[in-house]
DNA sequence: TCGATTTGACCGAT
DNA sequence: ATCGGTCAAATCGA
């Protein structure tokens, strides 16, 4: 059983641990996404569980869980599982979803149940957010084995525009308070992703009891692996104008970089997970949470990613 | 009147 | 054959 630490000098603070951590994870994700590609797993599996220590101290930063003196937590490797951090706290089972994800992409020649062949990722959120795109409900149904019905929403410009974004909409079955929101597919229509919603606004001026007691800091994702990236990331889609008359300002999302650079705007006690087998540079250009959302990245070039979001009108 | 939502039907993947 | 995703006609509401 292979042990790998993940430590920051004592005198580093909170910013400076949970950026040096997720642009560790950054770095191996890439070196992941070389390796997936190249066949070789076992390298790939020790790739994998330094990624999911790395993510599952930054979100230990994130949820204040994390020890100030600067310890570490631990990421066992054995030799045909990533085993889980030993990490136990309420973010645990983010790195447990992780890590089953990051074994999906490691036997990502493995014959996936689901139809999903797009890139996808999810999202678990107690409310509403306003994503900056539009959106139009075309279907709703009831899943086997689920006590929710799943919502399907497109693109408002699918047709002006011809974008293919698409999401699905579900309450979570174990927190029917929660919604989870999967996006599919990268939004191609224009004017959406220079959007700001309006909640930014909303936060910037009102300033939450949030935001004032807790400066936020960015952190930016250069993409270095020559891939270019002409998309934005789907989660900034909006929802639609009924949606937006039930988006509280608590969310804020907004995007701005450059394709080749990616910036989050991180609030310290959001809970978040990234995964991905393609460069960072596919992530979300900059967003800020809930501290109750929580966001799973997972690309996948055969299974799909989830990702949540709230707000049916069925649902209200 | 027109755009958005609802909902049963249809169709493709498994 | 079943299930999940999409279509499209009917309906709603501003």
Redesign the pocket.
């Known amino acids: 059983m292979e042990s790998l630490e993940c430590t920051w000098p004592a005198s580093w603070n909170l910013q400076e641990k949970m950026k040096e951590e997720l642009v560790r994870g950054h770095e191996l994700a890439n070196q992941l996404h070389l390796v997936v590609r190249n066949g070789d797993g076992e390298t790939a599996k020790g790739l994998a569980a330094k990624i999911v220590c790395s993510f599952t101290n930054s979100l230990s930063l994130l949820g204040g869980n994390h020890d100030s003196k600067g310890k570490h937590i631990q990421a066992n490797t054995s030799s045909n599982t990533v085993a889980l951090p030993t990490l136990v706290d309420s973010s645990s089972w983010v790195a447990l979803e992780a890590i089953k994800r990051t074994e999906m992409l490691i036997n990502s020649r493995s014959s996936?149940?689901?139809?999903?062949?797009s890139h996808s990722w999810s999202r678990d959120a107690p409310d509403f957010i306003d994503d900056g795109h539009?959106?139009?409900?075309?279907?709703?149904?009831?899943?086997?084995?689920?006590s929710h019905p799943?919502?399907?929403f497109?693109c408002?410009h699918k047709y002006d525009q011809g974008c293919k974004a698409?999401k699905?909409v579900q309450k979570v079955e174990d927190d029917p308070s929660l919604f989870r929101t999967t996006y599919?597919g990268n939004h191609t229509c224009k004017h959406s992703i220079l959007k700001a919603p309006e909640s930014i606004l909303d936060n910037v001026s009102g300033g939450s009891p949030r935001e004032e007691s807790n400066s936020k800091f960015m952190i930016t994702f250069e993409n270095n692996n020559n891939f270019p990236y002409e998309q934005e990331h789907p989660f900034f889609s909006s929802y639609?104008?009924?949606?937006r008359e039930i988006i509280k300002s608590n969310h804020v999302a907004s995007s701005r970089s450059s394709s080749l650079s990616c910036d989050y705007l991180v609030p310290p006690d959001q809970v978040m997970v990234f995964e991905s087998s393609e460069p960072i540079g596919r992530l979300p250009t900059m967003m800020e949470l809930h501290s109750e959302d929580m966001i799973t990245f997972e690309n996948n070039n055969n299974f799909p990613y989830e990702h949540e979001h709230p707000f049916?009108?069925?649902y209200s």
Not at 134 to 146: D, E, F, P
Not at 240 to 243: A, G, H, I, K, P
């Open positions: 996936s149940k689901k139809r999903k062949t539009t959106w139009r409900k075309y279907g709703q149904k009831q899943i086997l084995n689920a799943r919502s399907y497109r408002s698409t699905q599919f639609s104008s009924t949606e049916l009108s069925s």
